[in-house]
């Protein structure tokens, strides 16, 4: 996996001065968009594809709703899309949707299943750096509340579903288990954390698997929450703990 030493590449300044910039302007410097998922899936259309899901989540969001007026909010809210958003794509993925605080990407694996994940936990890595060493600098600066955020990852078979008959401009989305288990897999997840899925972790090397602690036992109560109708669901989830060498 890759080394996000700072001496390997200097990406915090880009951060900072985008942060800025938006701080400055009320707006976003880029215009967010998953366009390139919608070709990617339309070529999918009503077929299965294989993918790495991401969800990437702001921790505390309801909390910050609550004390923050609503502009000032939104605007945490796009600056954190923006930057996940850059990160998704620098390592290869899609940006399959932006719901409320919550950015959903995508790895396509249908051709190198190890490489879509490896580049997923990097991506995963890369993003908590965005956090805390790119946007929170800026935010405690301007005495705006520094974020966390929270991430699941799971692999496997989606559906690629049209609503509507038209490719060109209906909805396309994603349906399938990968899917609706990276969401709970994320709620489970505290503040910082990276939390994979059982077909994640079995699809990695020996030399990666150590880097990586079950959870299931730890987290049952949260666990049975979040899994309150499928209890008969014999599923494993784990944390990922690589740090920077």
Sequence with gaps: MKNFESGDFDFVKSVQDRVSYSLENRGLLIDLSNDSCRKYLQRKVNSKTNVVVMYVDIAGSTQLSHDLPSLDLALIIQIFSQEVSLSIEKFGGYVLKFVGDAVIGLFPSDYDQKKATINSLDCARYIQKVIGKGINPVFK?????????????????????????????????????????????????????????????????????????????????????????????????????????
Excluded: C
Excluded at 150 to 172: C, F, T, W
Excluded at 199 to 216: R, T
């Design 141 to 245: 600066k301007q005495s705006i509340p520094e974020i966390s955020v929270k991430i699941g990852i799971e692999s496997g078979s989606a559906h690629v579903l049209l609503y509507g008959k038209n490719v060109a401009h209906a909805h396309i989305d994603l349906i399938g288990f990968s899917i609706s288990i990276a969401a709970k897999i994320t709620s489970l997840s505290f503040p910082g954390e990276v939390i994979v899925g059982q077909n994640i972790f079995h699809n990695l090397d020996l030399s990666q698997k150590k880097y990586f602690v079950a959870l299931y036992e730890e987290r049952n109560s949260k666990w049975d929450t979040a899994m309150k109708y499928n209890s008969k669901l014999n599923y494993r989830i784990y944390k990922y703990i690589k740090e920077d060498s």
